[in-house]
C-alpha cells in the first residue's frame, strides 16, 4: 500500500518506507494510543532521530490545541447562537480532551516527519504487498 506524504503524517506511518506504523495500538484503544514503537517495524528506522527529540512536538501540539479551541468556540457561537460563556468552555475544554489521542499522536508523526531528516525510500518497504492482488 503506498501512501502519499500527507497520509503516512495522518496515519502515523514512518518517516522511511511509510508502511510500518509508528504506534503500538489504534487511537482509539484504552491506552489513548501513546505507546509507541522505537524502531519502525518494517524497516527498522529509529523514530527518536535524537535525545529528546519528540519533545518539539509539543509545540505542534500546543497549535493543534489552539486550532481545535478556535474552531469550536466559532462552531458553539454559529450553532448555539452565541450561548453563557461557561458553554464555550465547557464545548472547547470538552473537545480538546476528546481529541487528546489524536493530537498527541498527529504532533510526534508531523514532529517525525518534518524534522525527522530522512527522506522517503520505497526500497525499505516489505516485499509482501502483492498479497493484496493475488486475493
Ligand atoms: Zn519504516
Same mark, same amino acid.
Given at each position: #500500500? #503506498? ?12 518517516? @522511511?518506507?511509510?508502511? =510500518?506504523? *509508528?504506534?503500538? %495500538? ?6 489513548? =494510543?501513546? @505507546? ?7 524497516? %527498522?528506522?529509529?523514530?527518536? @532521530? ?5 519533545? =518539539?512536538? #509539543? &509545540? ?16 458553539? &457561537? ?7 460563556? &461557561? ?7 470538552? *473537545? ?8 498527541? @499522536?498527529?504532533?510526534?508523526?508531523? #514532529?517525525?516527519?518534518?524534522?525527522? =531528516? ?9 516485499? %509482501?504487498?502483492?498479497?493484496?492482488? %493475488?486475493?
Amino acid at each position: #500500500m #503506498m501512501y502519499s506524504k500527507i497520509s503516512s503524517i495522518i496515519l502515523c506511518k514512518c518517516l @522511511r518506507c511509510r508502511e =510500518g506504523n *509508528m504506534f503500538t %495500538n489504534s487511537p482509539f484503544s484504552i491506552q489513548f =494510543g501513546r @505507546r509507541a514503537y522505537t524502531h519502525c517495524p518494517v524497516c %527498522n528506522l529509529k523514530f527518536e @532521530r535524537e535525545p529528546g527529540f519528540f519533545e =518539539g512536538g #509539543m &509545540y505542534f501540539n500546543y497549535a493543534l490545541n489552539v486550532a481545535i479551541l478556535a474552531n469550536s468556540g466559532l462552531a458553539t &457561537y454559529y450553532f448555539l447562537n452565541d450561548p453563557n460563556p &461557561y458553554v464555550y468552555f465547557g464545548v472547547s475544554a470538552s *473537545m480538546v480532551v476528546l481529541l487528546v489521542s489524536f493530537t498527541s @499522536r498527529l504532533s510526534k508523526s508531523l #514532529m517525525l516527519h518534518l524534522f525527522g =531528516g530522512v527522506s522517503y525510500a520505497p526500497e525499505f518497504q516489505s516485499k %509482501n504487498t502483492k498479497k493484496e492482488i %493475488n486475493i
